[in-house]
């Protein structure tokens, strides 16, 4: 997913040194967690002295913050930065280009001779110094570099970030990097190890973002289950939601990526007894058959998915659920893909994703045998996602007639509708959008909402109690 990160605003004071001129513009592309880093570079570029430029057109560095996980992410980073590369042409060089993130940090030093048009090539390790690359690049140095160091950076609540302005939801990145080791992921190697904040400076970068205006706060780490694990005391997970929902203010909280191998009891009760956490799990279990889970090293069995599933619904009866899958990993035989199939009819997920098993240079099973073609992978993932768009639909249907808390995100492009937004059930980026007939309300305002009407993703309501301030529609 491409983003531009924005110009946003910040009335904090800064004490960094001016060292920096010109306008930056960056593009973050990949994940949430990627999005943030983007932010913390833009901040640290700002306060340094450059300003933010809303197109790439009119800046003078442009930097693309890339994507390198599987197959079609690296494809789009590179189609990215050639883009990038063309509009510097047409400025006739005047553009610096900096390629920063994951595709950078697995082929930086790669891609330096393949792509003459980028100036400077970062990895993940960096963000923390991009002030200092981009002094280097301003003082003229015409030397290409690809700086690719060891993926340690970690940030704090003292790392600000740049928001949109008026943003009503942000996501904190409670812990970085990954332990787990799924034989199919490059991310342990491009991330590092795991990482975990304090939880102090999580609750105090909370109580900031708050402070600005937020509303929804959505906690992401690559695994955030594995929250604490490697820090002296081990703090729980649980005692972080408990924490950050407690924050003043805060109206909303959402937990995504939580890997079954560690979900607790304790949170799923945090869950359920927190009146601002969301009742939603996302629960990426990419397999149900045991011996592929043991195949990509995902240390949970079937039965344990199935009982955290049983539990979770059973604590939180309105649970929303997500899930993602990986089809045609090798090994994946006829039989295991039914059962993989037979699964999703029964468990009925109120959101899925699926991605087809991308091959990866360096991990383990790169090696496997009994691979499977592209076109059956792609036949078994338009498999997958054809059952779960009917079950999508069936599920929503169940939904009409419901009161639903809607976070109104601004107006709304879907003909015959004046508003969108998204209601407890659905997660940014990831899941469909609630579109309201009736009623004005402001970007960032809360709304109750009357389920009137569905499709197989989205939802159509009509506001009920409009008590919020007004905005021209």
């Not at 302005?165 to 990145?173: I, P, R, V, W």
């Not at 609750?203 to 706060?217: F, H, M, P, S, T």
């Not at 972080?240 to 009891?265: E, F, K, Q």
Request: aromatic share 4%; proline share 4%; with cysteine.
């Amino acid at each position: 997913r491409r983003r531009e990160t924005p110009q946003g605003s910040d009335s904090e004071t800064s004490a960094v040194k001016k060292l920096l001129a010109g306008k930056l513009h960056i593009i973050s592309l990949g994940c949430s967690k990627n999005l943030i880093d983007s932010e913390v570079m833009g901040a640290l570029a700002r306060d340094s002295g450059m300003t933010m430029a809303n197109r790439p057109q009119d800046a003078d560095v442009v930097l693309v913050n890339t994507c390198g996980f599987i197959g079609p992410a690296k494809e789009e980073s590179l189609e990215a930065i050639l883009a990038l590369a063309e509009i510097k042409k047409q400025r006739g060089g005047a553009i610096r280009l900096v390629v920063a993130g994951c595709l950078a940090q697995r082929y930086g030093r790669k891609l330096l001779s393949e792509i003459p048009e980028a100036d400077l090539w970062i990895g993940t390790g960096e963000v923390g110094r991009i002030a200092e690359h981009l002094q280097g690049l301003q003082a003229g140095g015409a030397k290409r570099k690809a700086i690719v160091s060891r993926p340690d950076f970690l940030m704090t609540a003292h790392h600000k970030r740049v928001l949109p302005s008026g943003a009503a939801t942000a996501y904190l990145k409670i812990s970085d990097g990954c332990s787990n080791r799924c034989t199919y992921c490059a991310i342990p190697s491009i991330r590092g190890r795991a990482r975990s904040r304090r939880p102090e400076d999580i609750v105090l970068e909370a109580e900031n973002l708050v402070a600005r205006g937020v509303r929804e706060i959505i906690l992401i780490g690559q695994d955030t289950t594995a929250y604490g694990k490697d820090l002296k005391n081990r703090p729980l997970l649980s005692g972080l939601l408990t924490d950050v929902s407690a924050v003043s203010g805060l109206r909303r909280l959402r937990l995504l990526y939580a890997h079954p191998a560690h979900v607790t009891t304790g949170v799923l009760e945090t869950m359920a007894s927190r009146e601002n956490i969301c009742r939603y799990l996302d629960l990426p279990i990419q397999h149900i058959d045991d011996a592929i889970l043991a195949a990509m090293n995902r240390r949970v069995s079937s039965k344990t998915i199935r009982e955290i599933i049983r539990q979770a619904r059973g604590m939180m009866p309105d649970l929303a659920l997500r899930t993602s899958l990986i089809v045609g990993f090798p090994r994946e035989t006829p039989k295991r893909f039914d059962r993989l199939m037979d699964f999703v009819r029964n468990m009925r997920f109120d959101h899925l994703g699926v991605f087809t098993y991308s091959r990866e240079e360096g991990t383990p099973a790169a090696d496997l045998p009994s691979r499977i073609s592209e076109k059956e992978k792609e036949r078994r993932r338009d498999a997958v996602m054809n059952e779960q768009a009917d079950i999508s639909l069936a599920v929503n249907q169940t939904l009409i007639g419901s009161i639903q808390e809607v976070l109104i995100e601004g107006k709304s492009e879907r003909r015959g509708f004046a508003l969108v937004g998204r209601c407890r059930r659905q997660a940014p980026d990831v899941d469909g959008v609630t579109y309201l007939k009736k009623g004005r309300a402001a970007a960032g305002d809360f709304v109750r909402c009357k389920i009137t009407g569905c499709d197989h993703y989205d939802l159509f309501g009509e506001i009920l109690f409009d008590n919020c301030r007004k905005m021209k529609l």
